[in-house]
Every structure is written in structure tokens, then in C-alpha cells.
């Protein structure tokens, strides 16, 4: 009886801890033009002033938020008021998601997309004595994949991200929504576009790669990456 109850509640708690793995998202936020910000989720401050803000680990539900614009001057000893209030009000994260928002010229809070958080990458052959079989291949995990991020981030030009970004997806094992991750990092349309079409060799769920698309201000661009993926399918 007691090894029946063990056996119960092992299961429960295995349950319960892929539940929770399950309910974790992550938040990208930014102001429109990529001036600095301080940000406040559900009453907690991360000082940090950043350009692009990343919180990974959220809970699902509605969560309360205020984001401020760091003052430079301040630093230099030129204002008095170190920060202004950007935006207060909530925002609404979906379950094993990535939310992606912006704070607009008006200072409203915007959603411009959400992806689902993928598990496993798109399986791939792997042939062993001629015998070809199927098998899932997990992707880059999150922390690694967060270290590639935070590096590329912490360069000021891009051109050094983007040389970074081409250097990260050939040699680590991406989905279309990480590279589209690191596509967002990314400030000028010519090197989103450079990115999104090397990328593209090296993606293990081309069928995917549509959400790129996401990342573009032209349709233009969109175009033409969807020209350039034609013509190598």
C-alpha cells in the first residue's frame, strides 16, 4: 500500500512539475525608438536601465506593469529627475508563450506578437548503417540560448550583431522561433534580411520559417526572403 502511494505521488509531482514548466513565458519589451527603460512587473523593479528589456519565467495571467524612460542626463549630473513614466497599466501573458511588446510614440503599452514557446525541434534523419530513422533532436535550451542573446545585446553597432547572430545559428541547433528571436536584435531592415536569409540553411523546422515574416517593417523584405526560400525549396 504504501509503495502504491509512493508510486501516486511521485506521478503527481511529476505532473505538476511539467504543468508548471508548461506555464512559464517569457516578455521582450522595448520603446519604439530603443531609448532606455527601467521596468516594474507586479510591483518588482528591475533598476537596470536597458534598451530591450527580457524576463523569462513568467506565469501565465494578467500581471500589472509600469515602465519609465531613464533620463541619460541625469547621470551627468544635468537633470533632477532621473525617470518618466512611460506607461502604467496591465498587460496579459499567455501560457508557454513569447510576448512581444513595445511602448509606442502615444505611450501605449502594444502587443505586436505572441509565439508559442516550442519544445522539441522538427525531427531530423539519422542514418546508421544505411538505415535511415527518425528521432526528435532538442533544440539550443533556453539559458544557452539566453547567453547568445545577452551578448549580442551587449554590442552597440549592428554589424558586430549581426556578424555575432550569423556566428550563433551556424554553429548551434536553432528553430525558426529562435532565430527569429535573434532577428529582432536587430536595428536595420538590410541586416534583419542579411540574417533571416543565412539563417535559413542551418533552421531545423524550415516549414516554420514563416515566422520571420513577424520581424520585417517592409513587405518588401518579406517578399523577397519568401523569393529567396522559393527558389532553395
Not at 534598451?51 to 506593469?65: D, K, M, P, Q
Not at 533532436?137 to 556578424?163: A, G, W, Y
Not at 533571416?196 to 523546422?205: C, R, T
Request: proline share 4%; with cysteine.
Amino acid at each position: 500500500m504504501k509503495k502504491a502511494l509512493l508510486t501516486i505521488a511521485t506521478v503527481l509531482m511529476l505532473v505538476s512539475i511539467t504543468k508548471a514548466n508548461h506555464d512559464e513565458s517569457q516578455l521582450n519589451l522595448r520603446f519604439y525608438d530603443y531609448r532606455l527603460i527601467v521596468v516594474e512587473l507586479d510591483n518588482q523593479i528591475f533598476e537596470n536601465p536597458i534598451s530591450e528589456f527580457y524576463l523569462n519565467n513568467i506565469e501565465s495571467g494578467r500581471h500589472f506593469i509600469k515602465v519609465w524612460e531613464f533620463n541619460e542626463h541625469f547621470q551627468y549630473g544635468c537633470s533632477s529627475q532621473p525617470m518618466r513614466l512611460l506607461f502604467r497599466g496591465n498587460i496579459d501573458i499567455p501560457r508557454n508563450s513569447i510576448v512581444n511588446a513595445l511602448v509606442t510614440r502615444n505611450r501605449n503599452l502594444k502587443v505586436v506578437y505572441v509565439l508559442p514557446i516550442p519544445t522539441f525541434c522538427e525531427p531530423a534523419p539519422i542514418c546508421y548503417n544505411s538505415n535511415a530513422y527518425y528521432a526528435p533532436i532538442n533544440c539550443l535550451n533556453r539559458n544557452e540560448f539566453e547567453v547568445i542573446k545577452h551578448t549580442i545585446n551587449n554590442r552597440p553597432f549592428d554589424s558586430t550583431k549581426l556578424q555575432i547572430a550569423k556566428e550563433a545559428v551556424s554553429k548551434n541547433r536553432m528553430n525558426s522561433y529562435q532565430v527569429a528571436e535573434l532577428v529582432q536584435l536587430l536595428t536595420f531592415e538590410s541586416n534583419k534580411l542579411e540574417l533571416a536569409k543565412f539563417a535559413y540553411q542551418f533552421v531545423l523546422d524550415p516549414k516554420n520559417y514563416y515566422v520571420i515574416y513577424n520581424e520585417f517593417t517592409f513587405d518588401s523584405s518579406i517578399n523577397e526572403l519568401s523569393a529567396f526560400i522559393g527558389r532553395r525549396s
